[in-house]
Nanobody, 116 residues
Framework: QVQLVESGGGLVQPGGSLRLSCAAS????????MGWYRQAVGKQRELVAI???????NYADSVKGRFTISRGDAKNTVFLQMNSLNSEDTAVYYC??????????WGQGTQVTVAS
């Protein structure tokens, strides 16, 4: 059974940084894509960033230039470096993975709160 486990969330002041990590287990297949979505209170889940196994990445306009997604050397790990955080970034962040950009597997989420 595939499991994704996120870590690295927490409380940070505006302008600060956090690094989220996600590791998948339960499969020998290298996922074609891994990514991060987020859901704020009262809002729909939205794409933050996604990266292919070849390293091609896409970002939501709201995070371009501030967030960087990367895949780790270990198979099926993905990171999200978040800089210049603001209150609009407050949300539960979910790691997703799939053979394609249609992500099928999800972690349980990690809370990111940006507040002074």
């Amino acid at each position: 059974q595939v499991q994704l486990v996120e870590s690295g969330g927490g409380l940070v002041q505006p302008g600060g940084s956090l690094r989220l990590s996600c590791a998948a287990s339960g499969t020998i297949v290298r996922f074609g894509a891994m990514g991060w979505y987020r859901q704020a209170v009262g809002k729909q889940r939205e794409l933050v960033a996604i990266i292919s196994s070849g390293g091609r990445s896409n970002y939501a306009d709201s995070v371009k230039g501030r967030f960087t997604i990367s895949r780790g050397d270990a198979k099926n790990t993905v990171f999200l470096q978040m800089n210049s955080l603001n209150s609009e970034d407050t949300a539960v962040y979910y790691c997703g993975a799939g053979l394609s950009s249609d992500l099928r597997y999800w972690g349980q989420g990690t809370q990111v709160t940006v507040a002074s």
